[in-house]
């Protein structure tokens, strides 16, 4: 990960940027620039991944015109090859290199052009405007606001921004900003035409595109490794690793001390692709401890994301303090693709599209954030297989009566897709549990049973009620949103709301995001 600011006007106190900026340090704690951009300013921290050497390092510059990017391009060789045949030229072997050069010859068609997980921020020389951008799912984090002259702010994370806006806004993921507006130029989500292919072509697809979107995310000139539950999504990404590996892969998995589901599926996962792997056991101590550094960290009050994030930022602490891994890749983004246990309850085909066109278009404020925060604090950096932009089109676009649970196992297009020898039968098949509870049900009732104790019933009543904007609901979610406010105050819009099951279907009217509250559970926890 890396980190980008962008003051894109006049400067009243340039200082006062420079300590925002220095908030995420962690992010990119190699090397550090800021530099004038016309009246304005752009800054840089680095995390060196692709192009190690300091002709890499960013603000890159072309006559003049200056560009700062916290991303991976994929595929990058074959535009710098064009853009080489064109007359440019290219001082270090980092991937963002090529955008001044591509910003030159497309204007802003180029961000449609990309397979990327990014964001940037361009200063145009000749026109003397600033451009920003983000990829079409938000896997790498931008934040806006104004000052108090009306010139807009860019930068990675909210705590950038705090004392220089007022109102501190995601960017709108696949969207760009010019001359005042908002442009989108990619909506991943949406669907302009239905697939009809049968079962085992869908099936086929599936895995060819999972396949190349975790070969591409492979190539890296700092040392790679990978997060491992035990569950599908994670052990399916280090299976076709391990095949693309010519040494060993190194995967690692974190579990409470008492009761973890996962270690051992881990473990199991692990001991069949032949990994190098890495335990990391966290107490109830542990997660109680780290809370408020989440909390502040992630920038949300959401449960779900909150209690997440507890096991992945302290074994991502642990890979940072323990190794030279610097690049991590994740299962993240499966779950809104193909199903969660509460979408066995949608009404309708239709339905189900709808609600998984909501989530894709939300992600950026829920599981992609955590697994950004996460690691990026721990100075690593996250690859995301599952948003991979030709995989998360393909699967959106796939009939939705495919992707209902009539199965009697949900996410079985995914499982069937791998069918074989990838995964041992009981990790292919095995029910998903929740994120958060596998890592041990204990972790999320230890955070209850803090938060219960923190609160009378007539002191909960009277203090979620300060709140009118997702207001909390239960004695956990106030105590998240009080730790929330005491770093963000006044910002909660920066999310939409709490991620819960759909409320208005039938069997999903609970009072708890954890799947262990519906009925459907079952086997999941075990």
């Not at 002709?55 to 391009?73: D, H, K, T």
């Not at 890592?439 to 007539?458: F, I, N, P, Q």
Request: glycine share 8%; with cysteine.
């Amino acid at each position: 990960m890396c980190s980008i600011v962008g003051y894109c006007g006049p400067v009243a106190d340039p200082e006062a940027i420079r300590r925002g900026f220095d908030r995420t340090r962690s992010r990119g704690p190699d090397d550090s620039r800021m530099v004038q951009a016309g009246e304005g300013l752009l800054g840089f921290h680095r995390l060196a991944i692709m192009g190690l050497t300091p002709e890499g390092m960013q603000p890159f510059e072309l006559e003049g015109s200056l560009a700062v990017c916290n991303g991976e391009i994929y595929g990058f060789e074959k535009l710098k090859e064009e853009l080489i045949g064109k007359g440019y030229t290219f001082r270090s072997g980092s991937d963002c290199e090529i955008l001044l050069p591509l910003y030159r010859e497309y204007g802003a068609d180029m961000f449609a052009m990309l397979d990327a997980e990014f964001a940037c921020i361009l200063y145009d020389a000749g026109t003397g405007e600033f451009i920003a951008a983000r990829d079409p799912i938000g896997i790498r984090p931008l934040y806006y606001g104004y000052d108090s002259a009306g010139t807009i702010i860019f930068a990675s994370e909210p705590k950038n921004l705090l004392g220089l806006t007022d109102r501190i806004m995601p960017f709108p993921p696949g969207h760009y900003y010019r001359g005042g507006e908002f442009v989108c130029y990619r909506d991943i989500a949406g669907v302009d035409r239905a697939c009809r292919d049968d079962l085992d072509t869908v099936c086929a697809n599936i895995r060819e595109k999972l396949v190349a979107g975790v070969e591409k995310r492979l190539v890296s000139d700092a040392k790679v490794g990978f997060l491992l539950s035990g569950g599908l999504d994670s052990s399916l990404v280090c299976a076709i690793a391990a095949r693309r590996s010519q040494t060993p892969i190194r995967t690692f998995a974190v579990g409470m001390d008492i009761d973890a589901i996962d270690l051992k599926y881990a473990r199991e996962a692990a001991d069949y692709i032949g990994s190098d792997h890495t335990e990391v056991i966290i107490t109830k101590q542990d997660v109680l401890s780290a809370l408020e550094t989440v909390v502040e960290l992630l920038g949300t009050y959401d449960i779900t994301t909150i209690r997440a994030s507890m096991g992945m930022y302290l074994i991502c602490r642990a890979i940072h303090e323990r190794t030279d891994v610097r690049v991590l890749l994740t299962g993240e983004i499966s779950d809104e693709l193909f199903g969660y246990k509460y979408t066995d309850f949608a009404p309708s085909a239709q339905a189900f599209q709808e609600e998984a066109e909501k989530r894709v278009r939300e992600l950026h404020m829920y599981d992609v954030l955590r697994a950004d925060r996460c690691v990026s604090v721990n100075s690593l950096e996250a690859r995301v297989p599952f948003g991979d932009l030709d995989f998360v089109q393909y699967v959106m676009s796939i009939d939705p009566e495919k992707k209902l649970n009539a199965y009697g196992k949900g996410k079985y297009l995914l499982r069937r897709a791998f069918e074989g020898d990838w995964l041992p039968e009981s990790i292919l098949w095995r029910e998903k549990a929740a994120f958060s509870d596998a890592v041990g049900h204990s972790l999320a009732d230890d955070l209850k049973e803090y938060a219960e104790g923190r609160y009378t019933d007539g002191e909960f009543e009277a203090r979620r009620r300060r709140y009118t904007h997702a207001r909390p609901f239960t004695k956990e979610s106030l105590l998240y949103r009080e730790i929330f406010e005491k770093y963000y105050p006044g910002q909660s819009h920066m999310v939409a709301d709490f991620w819960m099951p759909n409320r208005s279907w039938e069997g999903c009217d609970v009072n708890d995001p954890s799947a262990r509250v519906l009925a459907n559970y079952g086997d999941s926890g075990v």
